[in-house]
Structure formats: structure tokens, C-alpha cells
């Protein structure tokens, strides 16, 4: 019954209203989820995905029934929409999504039994178990396998502000923002609310309570919590503290399209200094 109430107001918003929708297309762990229910809670006509291509969407079995909904009639009409999209420091965002993977199945665990591996034991596994396969890869590639492919728009080709983190343009159908998420809330919650085109936006995780709550009934793992929230919140801070990337690894990160763009020289020095090793113990 939910589902047939969701089509029934999304047909009424869309074709009935004529309403522009604001598409939070992001790669996963960026914040995105977040930002789009503080969208969503200030009545904005909003949809969220990480994967908006018919042939991606098939692949994956958790997406919303909204994503797909937004790919068959905006996406492949090339119907106008405002799109926005989160841009993580690299790593950050790969420790984020290792330890939801690797450390978010013991969520239901008692603390301490979560907590076992020791510092030294999570750096290794995360080199091993994602690095080595060559996961890290997803999003640095993010903006060339599935923005690109999907939208036909190279951020590449768009200047990004490196200090004041965010980028906005047009092209074919969509205006674009790229925003960095390490801005202040309140710096990122103007620039949203300016873009979106309503007088002021709150952007707090506050707004996933009710979702956290369903998502725990079903013994699934909330989409959208912040590690640092989450029941396996002292595993990720101390991989987080402890984590020391191999000099090859730590390169190729560096060194990438994505990293060049969207951080400054002294943003990606930053990175090597914190994840290099120095006074960290691998």
C-alpha cells in the first residue's frame, strides 16, 4: 500500500503539478542520504540514488523504487532536473564504506564483541580486503562510469572552486551542484537552499531517526548513518585513527582525476601527511 501511495504522489507531483525534481545523485557514504531527507522534510520534490541507469539499476537488489521511477521518466526522457552531487575526500569515504561492509554485519553484536580486532588487525584487513581488490577504484571512477554515462556531463570539464568547495553549471537538461561535504552546515545548507530555490534548508542526519528504526525492526543496516552514529562506531574510529595506506595505493589515490579536481594542492598534501604513515604504527 505504501508503494502504490509513493507512485500515486510522485504521478500527481510530477505530471500533475509540473514540479522540477531535485535529483541527489551521489556515490554511497558521501552524505547523500542525509541531505536528501532534510530536502524531502522541507517539501522539496527530491529523489536519491547512487545509480540511475536502467542497466545499473537492474544489478543492484537494494535500490529505491523512487531511483527507478526517476530513471524511466526524467533520466532517459532527458527530462529537466536539478541535480546535486557530494564530493568526499577519498579516503574518508572508502574507510567509511569498508567498515559499514566488513564491520556493519556485527551491528546487532554486543559491543564488546564487536570490538575484538585490534587496531593494527583493521588496518591490515582494510589494505587487504579493499584495497587489493581494487575497490577503492568505485569512487575515484564514480563521476566517469555512472555520472557521466547516465547524465552525458563531464564534471572534469567544469571548473570546481577548491576553496570554497562547491561548483554550479548547466548543461543540457540539468543545472549542477557538486558541493564538497566537509563544508560547514550552514555554509552547505545556503548553498542548497539557494540552488533548490527555497528560502532556508536545515541539513541534519536528525531526519533518519524514523528510518534508523524501521531499518533495525528488519535487522538491515539504516542507509544514510553517519559511522561515527552507528553501532560499529569504535571499529570505524579506530581504523579511522590507526589506518596507514601503502605508498602505491596512496599515489594512485592522490594522484587520480578526482582527487586533482576536486582538491587543492595542499588539500591533497593534506591526505598523503594523514594517511601516509608519519607517527602512525602499521
Not at 536502467?54 to 543492484?60: D, G, I, N, V
Not at 568505485?138 to 547516465?150: D, M, N
Request: with cysteine; charged share 25%; net charge positive.
Amino acid at each position: 500500500m505504501e508503494r502504490v501511495k509513493r507512485a500515486l504522489a510522485l504521478y500527481i507531483s510530477y505530471f500533475l503539478f509540473r514540479r522540477t525534481p531535485t535529483l541527489v545523485y551521489s556515490v554511497e557514504r558521501s552524505g547523500s542520504v542525509a541531505l536528501l531527507h532534510s530536502l524531502k522534510s522541507h517539501g522539496v520534490f527530491a529523489f536519491g540514488a547512487h545509480y540511475l541507469s536502467p542497466e545499473k539499476l537492474a544489478q543492484q537488489q537494494h535500490h529505491s523504487g523512487t531511483a527507478g521511477w526517476a530513471s524511466k521518466y526524467i533520466i532517459s526522457k532527458r527530462k529537466p532536473a536539478k541535480v546535486i552531487s557530494l564530493v568526499r575526500t577519498p579516503i574518508e569515504s572508502m574507510l567509511s564504506t569498508f567498515a559499514r561492509e566488513y564491520y556493519g554485519e556485527q551491528a546487532s553484536q554486543p559491543e564488546a564483541a564487536a570490538s575484538q580486532s585490534t587496531s593494527d588487525e583493521l588496518s591490515e584487513e582494510f589494505c587487504r580486503t579493499y584495497l587489493q581488490s581494487d575497490q577503492y577504484l568505485h569512487p575515484l571512477r564514480w563521476f566517469e562510469t555512472e555520472f557521466q554515462p547516465t547524465l552525458g556531463i563531464d564534471v572534469y570539464q567544469h571548473a570546481f572552486d577548491k576553496q570554497q568547495r562547491f561548483a554550479r553549471f548547466h548543461e543540457k537538461s540539468y543545472d549542477v551542484l557538486l558541493l564538497g561535504t566537509e563544508l560547514a552546515d550552514q555554509q552547505k545548507s545556503q548553498l542548497v537552499a539557494e540552488f533548490v530555490g527555497i528560502p532556508q534548508l536545515e541539513i541534519s542526519s536528525a531526519s533518519l531517526a524514523a528510518q534508523t528504526s524501521a531499518s533495525r525492526k528488519q535487522h538491515r543496516l539504516p542507509p544514510g548513518r553517519p559511522g561515527e552514529q552507528s553501532d560499529y562506531a569504535q571499529q570505524y574510529k579506530r581504523l579511522k585513527q590507526h589506518v596507514v595506506i601503502p605508498e602505491n595505493y596512496l599515489d594512485a589515490i592522490v594522484d587520480s582525476r578526482y582527487t586533482q579536481h576536486f582538491f587543492s594542492e595542499e588539500g591533497r598534501e593534506a591526505i598523503r601527511l594523514k594517511y601516509g604513515g608519519g607517527d602512525r604504527r602499521v
